[in-house]
């Protein structure tokens, strides 16, 4: 019989809607459960395409016995991080400051009103390697609750204390200049693998905000280095198993240092930012091979992401049915050379294991590899392998494909909605910035609500009952000022605004610093603030970005400032965990840089020539320059007000700080003065 996670919406949810545990979802609720019963809570926190999440589940979740003792002595509430990123990281911050490391799945074991007094990550059924067994864990816990509730409390209120301590002092509140930018790359080429790209050891997770600041701090100063660490970086990412050879996109992060075996679950936040970033990457140096994966990559998106509402779907997982009933990791994308004989035929599986780097003991488990493309002095012939290609990836589509979470995340889809805007007009592809415009279309529809306040989450076009956290709102507005820009439409600068207003009002302290709360949303122990840049942009570093830009656009000096008290903590943490604020850095060097302001006007926006100086426009490589396009006359949008056309033809105006040069009608004068 379902419990009560039957009637959610989360795709995590709902994999334990059939679970013998007697699970409730995170509600005030279920607290008043546990006073009224006298029980502790179990809290466990995890996603959909968690690995280790589905195992603890197999193991202990869905054996009758330790779901009897879960049910008999705990209120047990399951959480998917994903759509209470708030709850995730309150409870995170206590686990790894007890035990200096953290993940998923987390348990955390809480007293009715709420506070942790035990944790940890994933329990084995059994015990071993020095960990206690889930069930030696649970009955450890009951017997504390029972016998020693006064220790328990104690240890409770310590740690509640101590995260309420935890306040973060950012020091001033003054964006980085170059004293602090420069430390940063200098920490960032310590940090370097010079020999296979990427920064420290195993695992290893594709660097993308770094990236992107690696990027403009050499379109502003023309390091060299930093180009470089930028370009090598992602051609190992491209080359190795981490990036899909056959269907495009890329996993989660790399579990060796040389990008080989993946963690193979695809996340729309690591395809959205790696998509962005190697069109950039294209854009600031010509690359073919950044071309061909920023597209691979969008095209990926669209074609296994896309939802039927127009969102982007959260992500596939690692795991799937390997063709026994088993469901086994990586099982969709490993080959061995028996599988590509069995496609392919003789000869073209040689080629193919020599081209893709498949070998008989296999770079994976159980004579397994990983597709990759290695270094290699062969010429190839390019339309063998792509006939190859296309082969596998059909007979790979016979396979059992690993499971959706079709759950649309407000902040993840501004993301992609950025990344696809711009691939689509920097290479020509109106499909994909389509694509952008219906995600956007979705979010206005669905997930804002007449005050423009957002819902984090939707599903099968059902919205969810959770609140946007600030990376919600700044990513969305950061989605749509890309898309104001590629299309000239100013509803996405309105949106933005409206988006941007609820951070300067709502998520924003009175020193500048932010929170990843808003001032009104549930109270839990603490309120959660991580300016540090993780697997997607911190709320934090979003925000600043997005004030700056929509500043720019229209010449707000509150969102301005806003922006700048923001970069405080940049100018604090840059210079020391360069890795882990990177995108606070490359937001950095578009404030140092200006960010300049581009103003295109013409006849009619879909005039060739006014095209033409669009596009260049949109490639220049000046950091998080803004570009408004329309007709002469239009106010469409705020940097278009009193341009005029000059000598009856389409002008472009180029502006810093309120300052702005001659118009120019030729495109390539734009191009010099962009950086493109």
């Not at 695992?203 to 100063?221: D, G, Y």
């Not at 190839?380 to 190859?388: K, L, M, V, Y």
């Not at 889809?413 to 592809?429: H, K, M, P, Q, V």
Request: hydrophobic residues 40%.
């Amino acid at each position: 019989m379902p419990n009560r996670l039957a009637h959610e919406t989360s795709p995590y949810l709902l994999q334990h809607a059939d679970n013998p545990v007697d699970w409730w979802p995170w509600s005030a609720e279920a607290f008043e459960e546990a006073r009224k019963t006298n029980k502790p809570v179990l809290l466990s926190v995890g996603y959909s395409s968690c690995h280790w999440c589905h195992v603890l589940a197999r193991e202990s979740f869905e054996d009758e016995a330790v779901a009897a003792f879960m049910n008999e002595h705990f209120v047990n509430i399951k959480v998917d991080r994903e759509e209470r990123p708030d709850v995730d990281a309150v409870y995170m911050e206590a686990v790894q400051a007890a035990t200096g490391q953290g993940g998923w799945p987390m348990t955390v074991f809480l007293t009715p009103e709420a506070e942790p007094f035990y944790f940890g990550t994933y329990f084995p059924p059994s015990p071993r390697q020095g960990m206690p067994s889930f069930r030696q864990v649970l009955e450890g816990v009951r017997a504390a609750w029972s016998d020693r509730r006064d220790e328990v409390a104690e240890v409770a209120g310590k740690i509640v204390r101590d995260l309420a301590g935890r306040e973060i002092s950012y020091g001033d509140s003054q964006a980085p200049g170059e004293e602090q930018l420069a430390a940063a790359l200098l920490g960032l080429t310590r940090e370097y693998d010079a020999e296979r790209g990427g920064f420290g050891g195993a695992p290893k997770f594709p660097p993308s905000m770094v990236v992107e600041f690696l990027l403009r701090h050499h379109a502003r100063t023309g390091a060299e280095g930093a180009l470089q660490m930028a370009q090598d970086t992602c051609e190992r990412m491209a080359r190795g198993g981490i990036h899909d050879q056959l269907g495009g996109g890329f996993a989660r992060y790399s579990v060796d240092r040389d990008w080989v075996v993946p963690h193979f679950e695809k996340m729309l936040y690591d395809n959205a930012l790696l998509c962005r970033v190697y069109a950039h990457l294209w854009r600031a140096t010509g690359s073919d091979l950044a071309r061909r994966v920023a597209l691979d990559t969008a095209d990926f998106m669209v074609r296994e992401l896309r939802t039927a509402e127009g969102g982007f779907a959260s992500a596939l997982d690692a795991d799937s049915d390997d063709g026994t009933g088993r469901h086994v990791e990586g099982a969709y994308y490993v080959w061995t050379p028996e599988q590509l004989r069995e496609v392919l035929g003789e000869q073209d599986a040689e080629l193919a294991a020599q081209y893709f780097g498949v070998t008989e003991e296999g770079t994976f488990e159980h004579g397994q590899s990983v597709l990759q493309l290695p270094q290699q002095d062969t010429v190839f012939d390019a339309e063998r392998i792509e006939s190859i290609r296309r082969q596998l990836l059909d007979a790979r589509g016979r396979r059992p494909a690993p499971g959706r979470d079709d759950k649309v995340v407000a902040a993840w889809n501004g993301l992609a909605i950025a990344a696809l805007a711009e691939t689509g007009a920097y290479f020509d592809r109106p499909d994909l910035v389509e694509a952008a415009v219906g995600a956007a279309d979705l979010l206005v529809r669905l997930h804002l609500d007449e005050q423009v306040r957002l819902s984090r989450t939707s599903k099968d076009g059902q919205v969810g009952a959770n609140a946007g956290v600030l990376e919600d709102y700044a990513d969305v507005a950061e989605g749509f000022l890309a898309l104001a820009s590629v299309t000239g439409e100013g509803v996405w600068l309105d949106f933005s605004g409206f988006l941007l207003d609820h951070v300067l009002t709502r998520f924003t302290g009175p020193d500048g610093a932010l929170f990843d709360t808003a001032a009104d949303a549930e109270r839990l122990i603490r309120r959660p603030q991580d300016p540090t840049d993780n697997a997607v942009p911190s709320g934090w570093t979003a925000a600043a970005g997005a004030l700056l830009s929509y500043a720019a656009q229209t010449g707000s000096e509150p969102h301005r400032e806003g922006a700048e008290k923001a970069l405080g903590v940049v100018k604090a943490l840059g210079p020391r965990v360069p890795r882990f604020v990177g995108w606070g850095l490359a937001v950095a060097e578009a404030f140092l840089d200006g960010p300049k302001e581009v103003a295109i006007v013409g006849p009619a926006p879909a005039d060739e020539a006014t095209k033409a100086l669009h596009r260049t426009a949109l490639l220049g490589t000046a950091p998080g320059a803004v570009v408004a396009v329309g007709a002469a006359g239009s106010d469409e949008l705020p940097l278009l007000a009193d341009r005029v056309l000059v000598d009856g033809r389409p002008t472009a105006y180029v502006c810093r700080h309120f300052t702005c040069d001659a118009p120019t009608t030729d495109a390539e004068a734009l191009r010099v003065a962009l950086g493109g």
